[in-house]
């Protein structure tokens, strides 16, 4: 698989029904295709943050931020 949208769509799918590994794998997927979307790092944030890994979240969140840092999203 190798469609971002497709990879996006399917992790938050399983974030959705608190699959958190599937849901980490699909937005690992998606970042290497394209490691300059600060999207995808808030969305591999979010499920590290759910998951109780503050501290990669955290670094997904300032690595969001460090691509657009008017990312309002990068929480």
């Known amino acids: 698989m ?7 769509r399917k992790g938050k799918d399983f974030l959705e029904k608190t699959k958190y590994d599937e849901s980490l794998g699909c937005f690992e997927q998606a970042i290497l295709l394209n490691s300059n979307n600060p999207e995808l790092w808030n969305f591999k944030g979010v499920v590290l943050r759910s998951m ?20 309002k999203n990068a929480s």
């Open 2 to 8: 190798s469609d971002i949208s497709e990879l996006v």
């Open 52 to 71: 109780g890994r503050y501290n990669e979240a955290m670094e997904c969140f300032n690595k969001s931020l460090e691509i657009d840092p008017r990312d």
